[in-house]
């Protein structure tokens, strides 16, 4: 028989996580900045945590091993195609290129995708158990990766490299395939 824990635990890193959140919007208005500058900044942070710090621990562990060399990558940056033009349109708008380091932002978005197909067909199927905790999760997670995965959807310079898409996915089809095998008691 599975053991049950006390969702009332969840409480405690949800009010850190309500306090803190509450706490960075109410800087950020006083000192003029708008609700979407604070939404953009949590958004990039969860990015910038799960791309380039990922690759950047990587990097230490190798070098520290002794199995690689410090490397500097200078990676694309999207400039507007002529100073001074009105190309109001294209801003905010993220650019993916082939670069691996979108790998594992992509790779998480995909598990968090898989996890809330997995609450809503336990919830059509019958189980009552849905764990809110684990919805509401997953929603801020898909709310942060959503440039990543409305880059899934688009084309061109905006749209998500078919290559990246597909290790992502392959990855977290690996991963969630090993969660379900595996039995936390």
């Known amino acids: 028989m599975g053991s049950t824990v006390d969702e009332s635990i969840f409480l405690i890193p949800a009010a850190l996580f309500a ?16 609700f979407r500058t604070w939404w953009n900044n949590q958004r990039m942070g969860r990015i910038i945590s799960t791309t380039t710090w990922f690759f950047g621990v990587l990097n230490v562990i190798m070098k520290l091993l002794g199995l690689s060399e410090t490397v500097f990558e200078v ?11 009105d190309n109001n349109k294209d801003d905010g708008q993220f650019t993916f290129n082939e670069s691996p380091i979108l790998v594992p932002a992509t790779t998480l978005l995909f598990v968090h995708l898989a996890a809330m197909v997995k609450a809503l067909s336990d919830l059509n199927h019958g189980s009552h158990e849905l764990r809110i905790e684990e919805v509401i999760c997953n929603v801020w997670m898909l709310l942060c990766f959503l440039p990543f995965l409305k880059g899934l ?33």
């Not at 509450?22 to 003029?32: A, M, P, W």
């Open 75 to 85: 990676t694309q940056k999207d400039q507007p195609s002529t100073p001074g033009e």
């Open 19 to 34: 306090i803190y959140n509450l706490h960075s919007l109410l800087e950020h208005h006083k000192i003029g900045l708008s």
């Open 153 to 185: 959807f688009r084309k061109g310079k905006y749209g998500m490299p078919s290559s990246t898409i597909c290790t992502s996915a392959a990855l977290a089809a690996v991963f969630v395939h090993l969660c379900k095998r595996v039995s936390i008691a």
